[in-house]
């Protein structure tokens, strides 16, 4: 009989799991900021991490707030347009004549670069809205969202139907307790695909057009006055947002997932 | 054997059942002229080589697809109104376990669709569990057990509402012959505690003889039956190894497989013209 993995000491591994990456990166820090400081090279090629960090500390308040503005349009891009994924996805999972009807429009939405669209709906919406950039973020994150769902919603298999219809399950028993646990991974992943997309939809649209302020712009604006290590401060917080928002569908993954194997009792 | 019994004991009343399925290479007859009878605590094995209709028969049987032509009745039923009562219990080759499921929650899916309350249910499965002996597993998940321990839950779960009738198809189809040999007398075991009458579809000659009352000999092209031959082992007779050793045994194998390969099968025979 088959027996639970063999654990080897689960407290290592963590341990390992967590100091091994932090070990790389301020070993990266460290050599950046040796290149920079000891071997010479130039400043407005590539500042020093010190340099860096000084600029961040200088700015830390017009930071967070850029990161606000950019985080609230990133976060309400992911809402809508996996609220609408998912919504869509269902009917499409029901309505084969629907499927085929959104397949076309959905390959054309997930090609559409945001470059092309940002200073279109910028102008559209006008340059003192939020919304163009909003559209897009939700239009970045619509896609993986509605694609997975999709997909997840297909995942129940013959013998589980079979079985469901055995049981004289009806519709809504039989979405609870097989349809939908089987979609919810796939759904899942494309919240988490779609997070990322959403940060860096609303950044990149940041540079076309629209009201001053978010990262995007901050960091256009810094390179253009060839202020070099602030750009860099809001690089840095860019990638620092678009993290946060990706360990949030993680453990929202976490946490249904658990849900799904421990509520069923 | 079972003819004679009365409207209240039949389990399962098929005539004239038939079945076509539409494919693209046009129609073709899954099943024709089926008369079976399965009389209530009856264990009936359906036997025959691959497109003799054996699972289609159980499919229909378990509404799970209609028949083209013929009737069904379970229980005096029609088949439709025999699932929604849940007169049956059913288990396929595939375990078909809810993966994110525990096997408790598992064999307890039933009872929950149903209605069951959590403390009845809880009660039932630690029983079920007990019955397959996996009372120290009901905590586990599908891919912690072994293929035989998952069809065991599948085989739980399928009793879990006491049904009066057991439709299985090929349950130990896709386990190695050790295991496939304990599971059959395990569950000789548990059908003869429960009294429920059974429908098991299977291509092993030895497996059908052992369990049943009754095998009956499908052939295919198009799917029929061809021969039915009672096995006459009583329900007394212990099913265990030494079973497997005997003379009466072994004769009917040999009658099992007599009535198999004696049926006028052309092997050139080809579907779906």
Redesign the interface.
Known sequence: ????DGVRSPRRDRTLRLVAPVAVGLLGLAVWQLLVGVVGVSAHLLPSPSEIAAEWTANAGPIAEAAWITGVNAVLGLLVGSAVGVALAAVAARLRWIDQMLAPVVAGLAVVPIVALAPVLNSMFGADSEIGRRTIAAIASFVPVFLNTLRGLRQT?P??R??M?????TGP?TLR??TL?TAAPYVLTGLRVASSLAVISALVAEYFGGPRGGLGAFISTSAATSAYARAWAYVGASILLGLGLYLVTVALERLVTRL??GG?? | MSETINGDGVAVAANGVGKTFDTRSGEVQALTGVDLRVAAGEFVSLIGPSGCGKSTLMRLL???DSPSEGTIEVFGKTPAQA??D?D?G?A?Q?A?L?P???V??NIG??L???GTDRAARAARVAELAELVGLSDFAD??PD???GG?QQRVAIARSLAEQPRLLLMDEPFGALDEMTRERMQAELSRIVGESGAAVVFVTHSIPEAVFLSDRVVVMSPRPGRITGVVDIGIGRDVPRDEALRETTAFFAKVTEVREALHGTPVTASGREGR
Not at chain 1, 165 to 169: G, H, N, P, Q, T
């Open positions: 009989m088959s027996v639970v298999t013998l589980h079979d079985l219809r055995s049981y004289a399950a028993q307790t097989l646990p799904l194997t069923a009792r | 378990a509404d799970l699932r929604r849940q049956y059913i396929f595939q078909g809810l994110w499921r525990t408790a929650a899916l039933p929950e669709l149903h586990r998940y912690q057990l072994s321990m």
